[in-house]
């Protein structure tokens, strides 16, 4: 345990916990089994996926200025 440079009440625990991960093959994507997805599991997911990446499709300050929602 060490002190935060600067900050006497922050106490920083510099523990490397790296060599309890030795073995990291269970979490490798390649050879992980594909799950099933159901049809209401995918609709959801695009649902998701809509509003994730909406701003990057559309400009949203604009869509609201012509409804007249905002400004």
Known sequence: MSKF???DYL?????????H????????????????VSEEERHIEALCDEE????LN??????????GLCC
């Open 52 to 55: 994730r990446y909406l701003e």
């Open 58 to 67: 559309s400009d949203i300050l604009e869509k609201m200025l012509y409804e």
């Open 11 to 19: 106490i920083l625990c510099r523990y490397d916990g790296r060599g």
């Open 21 to 36: 991960l030795h073995d990291l093959s269970k979490f490798d994507c390649e050879l992980v089994q594909a799950t099933t």
């Open 5 to 7: 440079v600067g900050v």
